[in-house]
Nanobody
Framework: QVHLVESGGGLVRNGDSLRLSCVASGRTDEASTVAWFRQTPGDERVVVAAIGWSGIDTYYADSVKGRFTISRDNAKNTVYLEMNSLKPEDTAVYRC??????????????????????WGQGTRVTVSS
């Protein structure tokens, strides 16, 4: 089993930056691919970024490309989401999720909620205008 804990959320202003962290414990070798999702009340949970085990392969939703950066430090069992130029529409609860499935050549599978085995509780990000 993998236990995921997010941190780093908060209340910021339009244009500010935040760095979210997702720390894994337990069977961390099962956290092959990790994604950050976000969800607002009444909306679906959507992937904003994902990263493969090596850290080389990454995915970004169009809405965050050029502003968010996902990275991982496997020695620390941590995945980061650096968020720059934050906008009010980025306001959401951000959750990290992991899956045993190894990234191959397409991110399509990893955009599906059901593919993820473990989820963190989430950290709230609020961006004021």
């Amino acid at each position: 089993q993998v236990h995921l804990v997010e941190s780093g959320g908060g209340l910021v202003r339009n244009g500010d930056s935040l760095r979210l962290s997702c720390v894994a414990s337990g069977r961390t070798d099962e956290a092959s691919t990790v994604a950050w999702f976000r969800q607002t009340p009444g909306d679906e949970r959507v992937v904003v970024a994902a990263i493969g085990w090596s850290g080389i392969d990454t995915y970004y939703a169009d809405s965050v490309k050029g502003r968010f950066t996902i990275s991982r430090d496997n020695a620390k069992n941590t995945v980061y989401l650096e968020m720059n130029s934050l906008k009010p529409e980025d306001t959401a609860v951000y959750r990290c999720a992991s899956t045993r499935i190894v990234y191959g050549s397409s991110w399509d599978l990893f955009l599906t909620i059901s593919v993820y085995d473990y989820w963190g509780q989430g950290t709230r990000v609020t961006v004021s205008s």
